[in-house]
């Protein structure tokens, strides 16, 4: 025999009434089938769902006078319009009245309360207790269509409690032996009983507290021995974590009672803790299933639970916690005054949800729900006075606006590492931890942080933990020019396999180029985000999209600059300070003041995220991870050479034979390889900034001024006043230009702008270098890059390819914000 639990969602329309029918008559059709005499389901039913929220309203608003009648109204017209739908006309009369009675009742009683001006726990129960009574009385008829036997139970009068109204104790003794009095003379009819309410020994109503229906249920269970307990609800089963802040979570096949009582406990809604008590004194397995979704097979709470391959089975949270620390000498080495504290706590009802003190005992932090906060203050301030007055404890504050975070799981236990796996996901995401609590048992870990940081701590650690389910990297993109059109083509090309291959999925959050910008909390689709940009996107504001940004408060959050402005430069270090990494192609922020380099570099070491900018120096070519990782396998690094401009490489590859160098110069702009002024890239300024940056990161804390660079263009050339002037004295100037070529080429050379690094010094200088040089054989407009090492001494280590170009240069960004997703 079976004990079916439904909630109030299971309860709270004429659609998911009809699937409550059709789960019971499946379940009967199993039962009756059996060739004994069959044992029929108990059903237990709570209120229709918001019934039981509505009812409190309304008896909070009438000891305010305020008023109640509209909501009663809408109360009882949402039972009527369940009748007249389900109901034959000949069979709704006797159930409409019984229903009207409820209700003339419940409103006499609201109004004693507004005349009274006064609202007792025993009459809130009293008021409370008509959610589930019409619930039951109503779905019991409504039965009755399918089922002759259908019969409605007053359970009140089965289940006995203490006079603790509101969170009533019950009667156990005198409880199961009503209930098996009952069952034993009703065993022909299938029972519809309404949870959550029992009564006292005067026959008062009474209520079991938050969750009672699924404790009514358990109740039931351990009184007849029922095989199996199933609670029907709308989510299948439990989850991992809660589905309404973390996307990815998943339902689980299977947990024991300990695990699933610490998941409850700390804020998982499906069960209430105490429910599991009688089940699991008795051995009873509760299965959690889905009314809207039959065919999930729920999860199975049992004991001897099997092993999982899960290294914690979920992560559970309450929202709203205050904390109360107690600090001073007068409590080191003073024996009992844990007692004291914690004794005075109880007897005036008040429930510590967790407590942590220190190894010396200094100090003990204690968590409380915030409606107890005010009145414990109060307690421990009259409790202590003497040693308040003597200063052997300071005075006790409450912090407000607190959550906690607790990972729970039996694999847990005496397995390295999750404490640390814990504290690096909260830490890389920049989520503070006030109190760490953690028992013997090792089945759960507890912290307590800020309610703003909830969501993003809980999704961090979901990433964490559950490695074969996707991590999500959020990333919030500026510019939306060749470079990050590219990118969002090349993410949406990928994310498959980044899927399939990586379990790693990207999600733009934030758009924003200098006239538009775009944030969405549910993310930007790639298949349209220009027209979702241009149709839904506000006037750009860099200030207010970074505040946005970091408003919104994601985990495994990345900030990708693909513009060469100065303006977004400026934000680095508050990004960086708010744990949201730094993926730039804008080499501007890394080769202005030494300074202002190495502090992005430290802020992103002390607040654990990655500031990464390989495209400042070659595009897509891993340049600056190489010089990175030949630092730290402790090589060391005696010269660097390089041409990183591919403008300049272009226009010496094809300054050949009879071409002149103005037409060259002329044929690299109009393929796109220059600036609109070719002097922008012919300067030197632009491969200086490389070189820099180069430099930096090979230890040297070099300035812009520090690098030497020998111009290749006549001083008239760059003093033109326009570029149809520059290109004038470029013809002007044919005689310098093919005196450098000629004398190269009588010598078997050619002509190469080289950067140099060597013994702490840059400079960069027109080379003529022949067939030995590793340079010699470079074509088109491709980058090269020579490093000089203790290993890489005879033969120089050098990486070639592409320097420039939307293609490679997206792909490089792209391969930075992969490489934040590895972390």
Not at 258 to 271: N, R
Not at 715 to 730: P, R
Not at 747 to 757: D, Q
Request: glycine share 6%.
């Amino acid at each position: 025999m079976n004990i079916l639990k439904f909630g109030g969602t299971s309860v709270g329309s004429v659609q998911s009434i009809t699937a409550l029918i059709d789960i019971v008559k499946q379940a009967q059709a199993k039962n009756s089938g059996s060739t004994e005499e069959p044992e029929y389901p108990v059903i237990i039913l709570s209120a229709m769902g918001g019934v039981t929220n509505a009812l409190l309203s309304m008896a909070e608003n009438a000891v305010n006078a305020e008023p109640f009648s509209e909501d009663l109204k809408k109360i009882e017209e949402k039972h009527f319009e369940v009748i007249r739908t389900l109901l034959p006309a000949a069979a709704q009369n006797p159930v409409l009245t019984r229903l009207k009675i409820y209700f003339n009742e419940l409103e006499d009683i609201l109004q004693s309360v507004l005349n009274l001006r006064e609202l007792s726990a025993q009459t809130k129960d009293l008021i409370l207790s008509y959610g589930e009574r019409c619930s039951a009385f109503m779905v019991s008829h409504i039965a009755r269509q399918q089922f002759a036997n259908a019969a409605f139970v007053d359970a009140a009068e089965l289940v006995k409690t203490d006079s603790n109204f509101g969170q009533a104790r019950v009667n156990t003794e005198l409880t199961n032996l009503l209930i098996k009095d009952y069952y034993e003379g009703n065993r022909q009819n299938l029972l519809f009983v309404p949870g959550f309410i029992a009564s006292n020994e005067d026959g008062r109503i009474t209520t079991l507290g938050r969750g009672g229906s699924d404790y009514t249920a358990a109740i039931w269970a351990a009184a007849l021995d029922a095989e199996e307990i199933e609670i029907w609800t709308d989510v299948d089963g439990m989850l991992t974590a809660d589905p309404r802040m973390v996307k990815k979570a998943f339902s689980l096949a299977e947990l024991s009672y300990t695990e699933a009582m610490e998941l409850s406990y700390f804020g998982a809604k499906v069960i209430y803790p105490p429910t599991m008590i009688p089940a699991f004194m008795k051995r009873i397995p509760i299965v959690i299933k889905n009314t809207f979704n039959t065919a999930f097979p729920g999860t199975y709470i049992r004991h001897g639970a099997h092993s999982s391959a899960l290294p914690i089975k979920g992560i559970s949270s309450i929202d709203e916690i205050s904390i109360l620390n107690l600090s001073g000498s007068g409590m080191v080495g003073k024996a009992g005054f844990s007692g004291r504290l914690f004794s005075l706590l109880s007897r005036e009802q008040i429930n510590v949800v967790l407590i942590t003190q220190s190894s010396s005992e200094h100090s003990i932090t204690f968590a409380v729900k915030p409606a107890d906060s005010l009145k414990a203050l109060s307690l421990i301030n009259k409790e202590f006075e003497l040693e308040l007055q003597a200063r052997k404890l300071e005075y006790p504050e409450v912090e407000n606006g607190m959550s906690i975070l607790a990972i729970v799981g039996e694999n847990m236990k005496r397995t390295p590492g999750m404490a640390g796996r814990l504290f690096n996901a909260l830490g890389r995401n920049g989520v503070n931890i006030r109190a760490i609590a953690q028992g013997s048992s090792e089945y759960n870990i507890s912290v307590i942080l800020s309610k703003t940081d909830l969501a993003k701590a809980v999704n961090a650690v979901h990433d964490a933990f559950y490695e074969d389910h996707k991590k999500t990297l959020h990333i919030f993109c500026l510019g939306t020019g060749n470079i990050g059109k590219t990118l969002f083509a090349q993410l949406q090309y990928q994310m498959p396999f980044l899927r399939k291959n990586n379990d790693l999925e990207v999600q733009v959050m934030g758009i924003s180029n200098t006239r538009t910008m775009l944030l969405n909390k549910d993310g930007i689709s790639l298949e349209n985000w220009s027209e979702e940009l241009e149709n839904n996107g506000e006037p750009a504001d860099l200030s207010v999209f970074i505040k946005q940004m970091k408003a919104m408060n994601l985990p495994n959050c990345v900030f990708v600059d693909n513009t060469a402005s100065q303006n977004p430069i400026q934000f680095y270090q508050d990004i960086l300070q708010s744990s949201i990494s730094v993926v730039t192609c804008n080499k501007i922020g890394n080769s202005a003041d030494y300074e202002q380099y190495a502090a992005f570099k430290q802020a992103a070491r002390k607040y654990g995220v990655d500031f990464y900018y390989e495209t400042n120096v070659g595009a897509g070519l891993p340049i600056i991870k190489t010089l990175k990782d030949l630092m730290l396998s402790g090589d060391r690094v005696a010269s660097i050479e390089a041409i990183l401009s591919g403008t300049i490489s272009y226009i010496f590859n094809n300054y050949k034979g009879d071409r002149l160098f103005h037409e060259v110069v002329k044929e690299a702009q109009d393929k796109g390889y220059t600036e609109p002024d070719p002097r922008d890239d012919l300067n030197g300024k632009d491969f200086m900034r490389k070189m820099l940056i180069l430099a930096r990161d090979a230890g040297y804390a070099l300035e812009a001024e520090d690098v030497s660079i020998e111009s290749m263009l006549p001083a008239a050339c760059l003093a033109a006043a326009t570029v149809e002037d520059f290109y004038q004295e470029l013809e002007n100037n044919t005689a310098y230009f093919e005196a450098l070529k000629n004398t190269a080429a009588a010598a078997n050379k050619v002509l190469r702008y080289i950067g140099k690094l060597e013994e702490g010094k840059v400079s960069i200088t027109l080379q003529m270098v022949d067939d030995s040089h590793p340079f010699y054989m470079l074509s088109g407009s491709d980058n090269i890059i020579s490093f000089t090492t203790d290993r890489y001494k005879d033969r120089p280590l050098v990486i070639k390819g592409p320097g420039a170009g939307a293609e490679v240069t997206a792909a490089g960004v792209f391969a930075d914000i992969i490489n934040v997703g590895k972390k």
